[in-house]
T-cell receptor
């Protein structure tokens, strides 16, 4: 079974600074998707960024980018120019070809003004 | 974009009663939907995979007689918590897979339903 590990329960960043959230996963499959979701206090899951495993190029989405290391099974999220609105729980997720999606334990990000 | 709606967003019920939560894909068809449970300050745990017109597939440790899933149409899946007890209190989230070729590969999540059993 696939597992997703987020080793940082909590992270803190100063407003306008950069922070990196870590995620590793375990799988024997070659074709899969990886995601980072943001969950604010409203509990709505908001997609931050996605990465297809077959793509070598790291995905970017405005201030959000990933460092995808397929061989190492690592998928970290970098948030640049952090804003107060970025404060939330962040979940790393792995999606298998049959759409089975598994989540990491989450990282609570605090942004200090 | 694809929208998934859950109803109710918040429900309080007495112990021993049953509660139904609906998950609807508003602007797309979804043969497959997923139900998750999230305890406070914890991650989402997959409970079951709901398939239109067939029985749901439950994850290990999830009681299928306690959590009844019905996926009667291509846009609606329901989760019924039967004979609810306080330990069933949780946040329940559904997600839906867009039928056909999805270029994004993502699932679309509902807003979640908070169940409190007194």
């Amino acid at each position: 079974a696939q597992t997703v590990t987020q080793s940082q329960p909590e992270m803190s960043v100063q407003e306008a600074e950069t922070v990196t959230l870590s995620c590793t996963y375990d799988t024997s499959e070659s074709d899969y998707y990886l995601f980072w979701y943001k969950q604010p206090p409203s509990r709505q899951m908001i997609l931050v960024i996605r990465q297809e495993a077959y793509k070598q190029q790291n995905a970017t989405e405005n201030r959000f980018s990933v460092n995808f290391q397929k061989a190492a099974k690592s998928f970290s999220l970098k948030i640049s120019d952090s804003q107060l609105g970025d404060a939330a729980m962040y979940f790393c997720a792995y999606r298998s070809p049959d759409y089975d999606m598994r989540f990491g334990a989450g990282t609570r990000l605090t942004v200090k003004p | 974009g694809a929208v998934v709606s859950q109803h109710p967003s918040w429900v309080i019920c007495k112990s021993g009663t049953s509660v139904k939560i609906e998950c609807r894909s508003l602007d797309f068809q979804a043969t497959t939907m997923f139900w998750y449970r999230q305890f406070p300050k914890q991650s989402l745990m997959l409970m079951a995979t709901s398939n239109e017109g067939s029985k749901a597939t439950y994850e290990q440790g999830v009681e299928k007689d306690k959590f009844l899933i019905n996926h009667a149409s291509l846009t609606l899946s329901t989760l019924t918590v039967t004979s609810a007890h306080p330990e069933d209190s949780s946040f329940y989230i559904c997600s839906a897979r867009l039928d056909g070729l999805s270029r994004t590969g993502e699932l679309f999540f509902g807003e979640g339903s908070r169940l409190t059993v007194l």
